[in-house]
């Protein structure tokens, strides 16, 4: 089982500050997806990456994706309070596990207006 | 479209009680996975299915059992509750692998299962 470690576990700002998240692996993905989740709600889709150093942008959301395909980083510009949410990193392996998404252990971020 | 249904929503079960939670997708989809949440570990796979009449253990499937009769529904069982099962279930499915657009995970609202 391929380990996604997601940093920091907590996370709470001024609305119009910048973060940073980060989904950190030892081992490589074939893309990798960020999904947000709203309490009672399951989790969302915001973007897939898939080659090394892609970046994706979503509004004021960032989305980098490792030169190695190891790790992650989602960086919100000027976050605002409906920000506030789980954020999930989830891994698809390459070849024969690729039925299979490993999910990240998730940042809780709070946005105070 | 509902997309991802599942029941019940909430659930309170005793120790050894037996239960079984039904996921149900209307989007044609072949794969369909069956996770759970716990605070601070995100989503653990339990079981997932790659089609009708298929079943495969995921990271997390002691105490748990699935079927996946018809192409539509994925059920998961518990035959004996025990607390450590307590948790929110999510069920999600998706098209498949290697086709454009079809790796995404569309996820139900959840099941809030307690065990006492």
């Known amino acids: 089982t391929q380990l996604l470690e997601q940093s920091p576990q907590f996370l709470s700002i001024q609305e119009g500050e910048n973060l940073t998240v980060y989904c950190n692996s030892s081992s490589v993905f074939s893309s990798l997806q960020w999904y947000r989740q709203e309490p009672g709600e399951g989790p969302v889709l915001l973007v897939t990456v898939v080659t090394g150093g892609e970046v994706k942008k979503l509004k004021r959301l960032t989305f980098q994706f490792g030169d190695a395909r190891k790790d992650s980083s989602l960086h919100i510009t000027a976050a605002q309070p409906g920000d506030t949410g789980l954020y999930l990193c989830?891994?698809?392996?390459?070849?024969?596990?690729?039925?299979?998404?490993?999910f990240g252990t998730g940042t809780r971020l709070t946005i105070i207006p | 479209n509902a997309g991802v249904t599942q029941t019940p929503k909430f659930r309170v079960l005793k120790t050894g009680q037996s239960m079984t939670l039904l996921c149900a997708q209307d989007?044609?989809?072949?794969?369909m996975y069956w996770y759970r949440q716990d605070p601070g570990m995100g989503l653990r796979l339990i079981h997932y299915s790659v089609g009708e009449g298929t079943t495969a253990k995921g990271e997390v499937p002691d105490g748990y059992n699935v079927s996946r009769l018809k192409k539509q529904n994925f059920l998961l069982g518990l035959e004996s509750a025990a607390p450590s099962q307590t948790s929110v279930y999510f069920c999600?499915?998706?098209?498949?692998?290697?086709?454009?657009?079809?790796?995404?995970?569309?996820f139900g609202a959840g099941s809030r299962l307690t065990v006492l």
């Open positions: 989830a891994g698809e392996e390459g070849g024969t596990g690729n039925e299979k998404l490993t």
């Open positions: 999600a499915s998706r098209a498949g692998i290697g086709i454009s657009g079809a790796n995404v995970l569309t």
């Open positions: 989007m044609n989809h072949e794969y």
